[in-house]
């Protein structure tokens, strides 16, 4: 029993040795001075260290602005998935069967549909109602659910949920939001957790959208700069590290929060 804990943390250390070495990497490589190309093996610290090159990053772009609207259009993006993907994969787990297997299909079916199939309708709607220019264009799909998939995680998770526990709670007087709220979003916190994870990546690592939708340098999100930096100079791979560093560290930050609200739900 101890070698098999013993084996599984050495395979557990290993994978994240596996995903942060290329993180420690890319931050040492910001450390070094500007025009040195990168180090050759993994360096820890440059002998010659600076952080001057995230102060030549906001120099050169507003990367400030482009920071806050990457969380303005995550947040929201967020946000407007949770609601829309629980609403209709609980309404998927309540449906009768034929129903249920009928849309189980559409959505199989849409997942297999390229975004870039979708991207020439999608502009010429949002140009006509005038959402282009606007940070609306990039949370609209959030309206939706986001992705087929979203709506499908939140849906085996309420099938788990026996239909009588709903049911009961509609007899009683409660409304379907207050179910939703009281009964169903409880049960589906793993649901939540992963579905936030999924969605804050989608749309802080969205590019096509903001180069697409939006016209106004102000409105430029995080991927947008960092086009525009590499742009400006394709070989200052120290400035294009730190822009990375700026890049990673949010999506971080969400993963370790929402891991470990996950950890303490499960030792409750």
Do not use: C
């Not at 969205?206 to 525009?228: E, I």
């Amino acid at each position: 029993m101890k070698i098999k804990l013993l084996v599984n943390q050495i395979i557990a250390w290993g994978l994240v040795a596996m995903f942060t070495l290329p993180l420690a990497w890319m931050f040492a490589s910001s450390l070094r001075p500007a025009g040195l190309p990168p180090a050759r093996g993994m360096e820890w610290l440059p002998d010659d260290w600076t952080l001057l090159n995230y102060g030549r990053m906001a120099e050169l772009v507003p990367i400030g602005r482009y920071l806050l609207n990457s969380l303005w259009v995550a947040g929201w993006g967020v946000l407007f998935t949770l609601l829309s993907a629980s609403w209709a994969g609980l309404g998927m787990a309540l449906l009768p069967r034929a129903a249920r297997l009928r849309l189980l299909l559409l959505s199989f079916g849409l997942q297999t549909i390229p975004i870039t199939a979708l991207l020439l309708t999608r502009f010429l709607l949002f140009a006509r109602i005038g959402l282009t220019n606007s940070h609306l264009a990039l949370t609209a799909p959030a309206l939706m659910g986001t992705s087929p998939l979203f709506v499908l995680l939140f849906y085996w998770t309420f099938r788990r949920v026996d239909r009588a526990v709903f049911e009961s709670a509609l007899l009683d007087g409660a409304s379907p939001l207050r179910a939703w709220w009281f009964i169903a979003l409880p049960l589906a916190r793993p649901a939540l957790m992963a579905v936030a994870m999924l969605a804050f990546l989608f749309y802080w690592n969205d590019f096509t959208g903001p180069w697409l939708y939006l016209r106004s340098q102000s409105m430029y999100t995080l991927p947008v700069g960092l086009l525009q930096l590499q742009q400006l100079d394709r070989t200052d791979w120290s400035l294009l590290m730190a822009a990375g560093v700026v890049m990673s560290l949010p999506p971080l930050a969400v993963f370790g929060m929402l891991q470990r609200s996950l950890l303490w739900w499960r030792l409750e």
